[in-house]
């Protein structure tokens, strides 16, 4: 009888030891998973795909004509962008678009119409910061830079040639983020690009130049994907 009942004991307490070890492992993995935080399971890298209205400030100058001036044309692009996360809080966003633009003379040289017509590839990296106490809801600021490369460019009416040079440009951006789940959301940004590339020509024979203040804005809607 003694004997059974030292058997049952010490069953008891290996059954007991047994759900204490698998409480302790458990608890401990829970515990690391806390402190580690939702983003140890989710990827870096997101994309946006957006539409996006690009609009141009419509400034511009032929440095040998006084009181001239020049406006090129807005336009609606498919753009592409994709952000590495460093933090919850820090990414990189660099986006991927391309868009042609119309150049027509105003004021003192109205009479002369469409002078050219350019594509552009502005590439743009901003440095963002992301709040990320407002749920489903992420709002972010960013700022960086823009390289700017123009191509396939044709003059038109009174000039017989046009180039516009690549240059460097700063940006801005506000926008936001609302996730439907883990991996999917909609988002609304806005970029404001200073760019003001210098650009010459030729006319009846006679070498011109000037700058091209587009200064644009960047209005853009789409889907985000976090991988």
């Known amino acids: ?12 307490s290996a059954l007991v030891l047994a759900l204490l070890a698998a409480t302790g492992t458990t608890a401990g993995a829970a515990d690391l998973s806390e402190r580690m935080g939702p983003a140890a399971a989710t990827s870096p890298w997101q994309i946006r ?8 400030e419509d400034k511009g100058y032929v440095s040998q004509i006084p009181g001239s001036g020049l406006e090129y044309s807005d336009t609606v692009v ?6 590495y996360f460093f933090t919850d809080n820090i990414a990189a966003e660099l986006i991927l678009g391309t868009t042609k633009a119309n150049i027509t003379g105003t004021d003192a040289i109205s ?10 590839l502005p590439p743009t990296l901003t440095l963002q910061y992301h ?5 489903a809801f992420k709002p972010y600021v960013g700022a960086g830079v823009n390289y700017t490369m123009f191509y396939s460019q044709d003059a038109a009416g009174s000039l017989s040639s046009i180039k516009v040079k690549d240059t460097f440009g700063a940006a801005v951006q506000v926008g936001f983020d609302y996730m439907i789940d883990d991996h999917w959301g909609v988002n609304f940004d806005v970029k404001k690009l200073f760019l003001e590339p210098e650009w010459n020509g030729v006319t009846g024979g006679t070498a011109i130049s000037g700058k091209a203040k587009l ?13």
Not at 1 to 12: S, Y
Not at 111 to 120: A, D, F, M, Q
Not at 215 to 227: E, V
């Open 215 to 227: 200064n644009p804005w960047l209005i853009g809607t789409g889907l985000t994907y976090r991988f």
């Open 49 to 56: 795909v957006r539409a996006l209205g690009v609009i141009t």
């Open 78 to 83: 498919p753009e592409l962008d994709i952000s």
């Open 131 to 135: 709040f990320t106490d407002f749920g």
């Open 111 to 120: 009479g002369l119409g469409k002078v050219g017509e350019t594509w552009l």
């Open 1 to 12: 009888m003694g004997l059974h009942k030292f058997t049952l004991a010490a069953g008891g």
